[in-house]
Nanobody
Framework: QVHIVESGGGLVQPGGSLRLSCVVS?????MGWYRQAPGKQRELVATFNSGGSTAYSDSVKGRFAISRDNAKNTVYLQMNSLKPEDTAVYYC?????????WGQGTQVTVSS
C-alpha cells in the first residue's frame, strides 16, 4: 500500500528556517520535493540523482538541502534563509513500476 505523508510546514518569518519531512512507503523510488504557489505551476525543488547526489532548482540552490533516512523511510527538506517567494504548498512525489503518486502537501508561508 502506498503511503506518502508530508509534514513540517507552517508560518515563518523571512530569513527563518523550516524542516519538512516526507514519510514514504510502498513505492520503488522517491522522485523529489515539489512546490506549487498560488496561480503557478507545480515545480521541482529538490531531488536525488542516480548515485545519490542531489539537485536543486536555481531558486533554492544554496538555501535548501534534501536528505534521507532510509531506516525511517523519510526524506527531509531543510529550508534556510526563507523568502516570501518560497510560500507554496510543498509536495513529495514518488513512483512504482506503473504509477506516480503525490502526497497531500504541506503549506509553507513566509511572511512578516
Amino acid at each position: 500500500q502506498v503511503h506518502i505523508v508530508e509534514s513540517g510546514g507552517g508560518l515563518v518569518q523571512p530569513g527563518g528556517s523550516l524542516r519538512l519531512s516526507c514519510v514514504v512507503s510502498g513505492v520503488n523510488s522517491f522522485m523529489g520535493w515539489y512546490r506549487q504557489a498560488p496561480g503557478k505551476q507545480r515545480e521541482l525543488v529538490a531531488t536525488f540523482n542516480s548515485g545519490g547526489s542531489t539537485a536543486y532548482s536555481d531558486s533554492v540552490k544554496g538555501r535548501f538541502a534534501i536528505s534521507r533516512d532510509n531506516a525511517k523511510n523519510t526524506v527531509y527538506l531543510q529550508m534556510n534563509s526563507l523568502k516570501p517567494e518560497d510560500t507554496a504548498v510543498y509536495y513529495c512525489k514518488a513512483r512504482n513500476s506503473f504509477w506516480e503518486y503525490w502526497g497531500q502537501g504541506t503549506q509553507v508561508t513566509v511572511s512578516s
